[in-house]
């Protein structure tokens, strides 16, 4: 197994509505790419100062699996549309479970 | 279900062997505290660019079995010994799943 993980923080401008929508169109991904096998994303629980916004996790059964979603289409044009205008930065690790 | 994602940099002077032993040393953890339900920890594959070098994924139960996790002396101690000496910066998120 392949192990996806992305954190993003938020630009101050962000509204509640930006975030939440932002899962929303998430968590369609799994429907459009068949690769993805487990797909976990959401919020900060707020426990920790300091913590990034926002977590995305998303497992597959291989690396080419994952570079299946890293390019796909849906993927990228979420990516554009719901990503790029509010990250103010991210953090990501790719992994072998 | 309740996620902790901690994804870690290192400062330029870690060396690989720093690195492969703060792997060993976080995989006893599952052993050490009964409240992690899943465990999985790795370096970065090297696939992209401007990725962090480490990712830290556990699951529990609840935010009550996380909280025995962050706060156990075992993690704080492996912490102090093992991360603390090589981190330059550190991005984390814990989320419900």
């Known amino acids: 197994m ?3 993980v992305s954190l993003l923080m938020f630009t101050p401008q962000t509204t509640q509505e ?5 899962g929303r169109q998430l968590r369609t991904l799994p429907g459009a790419i068949g690769e993805i096998r487990d ?3 959401g919020p900060d629980a707020g426990l920790n100062p300091g913590n990034y916004q926002f977590a995305i996790v998303a497992d597959f059964a ?3 699996d994952y570079l299946v979603y890293r390019d796909h289409p849906v993927h990228r ?3 554009e549309k719901y990503v790029q205008p509010i ?3 991210r953090a990501a690790v790719q992994y072998e479970l």
């Open 87 to 89: 990250v103010a930065s």
């Open 39 to 41: 797909y976990h994303v």
């Open 2 to 4: 392949f192990r996806h």
């Open 62 to 64: 291989s690396v080419d």
């Open 18 to 22: 930006q975030q939440q929508e932002l």
């Open 77 to 79: 044009e979420l990516i």
